[in-house]
């Protein structure tokens, strides 16, 4: 995708986003809010018993800002948990996985720095129903999963 750049000020209203995009991937939905070459952000929908398992972002930095519900992370091989009002800091390189325990589904606004191929990435898995499909995929784009521990 070409970016556009700079980015212009302005207001995205709730329940609208990026060209009335909406992805859904392995049970959750993205609604990206904001995009250029510089940053990224999208509000998600993660249901119970959804997770992302963790992965490395090699070339950028991820930021969460919990609305509700409660994550259970994997942190660079620690255990955390987040909650509405939290703000989850994810440099890049730094392993993580997000995992939705409870019976509530999580919301919250993710964004990253730079984009890099995270766009691209989330056309291409959208609608994917294979997790080994996306985890190539991820591979393709710039973000590493890892293997299972074991």
Known sequence: MSFPSPMTAGVTQQGTGVDGIVWHILGQT???????????SWHALLPPGTFVPPHIHPTQDEFIYVLNGRFDLALD???ANASGGDLIRLPRGIPHGLFNHSQANITCLFWVSPTRRLWDLFQAIDNVPDPAEVV???????????PPPG
């Open 30 to 40: 993205y609604t990206p809010l904001q995009v250029t070459e510089s940053s990224f």
């Open 77 to 79: 091989g620690q255990s």
């Open 136 to 146: 190539r995929l991820a591979g393709l784009h710039e973000v590493n999963f890892l």
